[in-house]
């Protein structure tokens, strides 16, 4: 198994080091109850406190065993009908050691993209492919050239700002446990972007993989 790099902690941990108050949403804890029903624990954990979620994550992805369930994971985290629900889908997602799961995730949310309508935007749709798209990264269960290589297959399909974005987030969180020259190559693609802002976001982050 590998270890978590300095990135991926900073994102898997993000809310709870955050923290200067627990918001509690339930005085019942994911990890308290009988019931193995995936959806009911999925319930509760977005309901959950930020820290019982931090250990409660845990448990819980060894009952989302399904496509449909990290389809309704995906959901939650972009419905932000909870607090912190993007992080929350992002951190338990991360917990997966479940590549083919993650490999028709990717699938069905790529087509999904790729059949929106040009020039138009489904804010819904693409949060729910950011966070899936870090998820993927963070996920350190899994091989890293596995990630890498999911994480690629989103590059040549997208021509939205916020995917192009977390797209070059990604690269930067695996890129402590990836040769440098892969990851420098992958994001130098981003600089010759026709959006000024993806590639001045690009050339930065290069800047700060330089200083590594």
Avoid: W
């Amino acid at each position: 198994m590998l270890g978590l790099n300095t990135n991926s902690t900073a994102i898997l941990n993000k809310v709870e080091n955050s923290l200067s108050t627990v918001y509690i949403y339930s005085t019942h804890s994911p990890t308290d109850t009988s019931s193995n029903d995936p959806d009911l624990l999925t319930k509760e954990y977005f309901l959950s406190s930020l820290a019982q979620r931090a250990v409660s994550r845990k448990i819980i992805i060894k009952y989302i065993n399904s496509l449909s369930y990290f389809l309704k994971i995906l959901s939650y985290g972009a419905s932000g009908n909870t607090r912190d629900s993007y992080y929350g889908a992002v951190n338990l997602l991360a917990e997966t050691d479940n590549l083919k799961l993650l490999e028709s995730t990717i699938l069905i949310a790529r087509e999904d993209y790729v059949k929106m309508p040009k020039n138009s935007s489904n804010r819904n749709l693409e949060t729910i492919l950011e966070i899936l798209i870090k998820a993927i990264a963070c996920a350190y269960k899994i091989d890293v050239m596995q990630r890498f290589r999911l994480i690629s297959y989103i590059i040549n399909i997208t021509s939205g700002r916020v995917i192009k974005a977390a797209i070059i987030d990604s690269l930067l969180i695996v890129a402590d446990e990836i040769d440098g020259d892969i990851i420098k190559n992958a994001i130098k693609n981003f600089t010759f972007d026709k959006d000024k802002y993806i590639c001045d976001y690009a050339n930065k982050s290069l800047q700060e993989l330089s200083l590594v």
